[in-house]
Nanobody, 126 residues
Framework: QVQLVESGGGLVQAGASLRHSCAAS????????MGWFRQAPGKEREFVAA????????IYADSVKGRFTISRDNTKNTVYLHMNSLKSEDTAVYYC???????????????????WGQGTQVTVSS
């Protein structure tokens, strides 16, 4: 079992920055990849970013590339999503997720991830 607890959401103006955190517990954090997803009102959940176990490899959705950065601190069992130049279309509930499959590469697919955080709301006003 892995427990994921998120923090850092909120209401910001367009152009602002925000940092999401996701603290993990229950298994050795450095042994699984992590991802961030988001779900906007009336839309399906979509991939945002993912990071490998050691933090060396990252992938991003085109919509956030160059603005968002995913990182992790394995000494703190925490993954971060740094969001810069926020836009109104970034408004969504953001979820972190853990992929415990050590044999696969990073994935954008929801069904690959085994555990999910509770989600935190980010609202960007224009």
């Amino acid at each position: 079992q892995v427990q994921l607890v998120e923090s850092g959401g909120g209401l910001v103006q367009a152009g602002a920055s925000l940092r999401h955190s996701c603290a993990a517990s229950g298994r050795t954090f450095s042994r699984y990849a992590m991802g961030w997803f988001r779900q906007a009102p009336g839309k399906e959940r979509e991939f945002v970013a993912a990071i490998s176990r050691g933090g060396v490899t990252t992938i991003y959705a085109d919509s956030v590339k160059g603005r968002f950065t995913i990182s992790r601190d394995n000494t703190k069992n925490t993954v971060y999503l740094h969001m810069n130049s926020l836009k109104s279309e970034d408004t969504a509930v953001y979820y972190c997720a853990a992929d415990l499959n050590t044999n696969s590469g990073l994935s954008e697919r929801e069904d690959v991830y085994d555990y999910w955080g509770q989600g935190t709301q980010v609202t960007v006003s224009s």
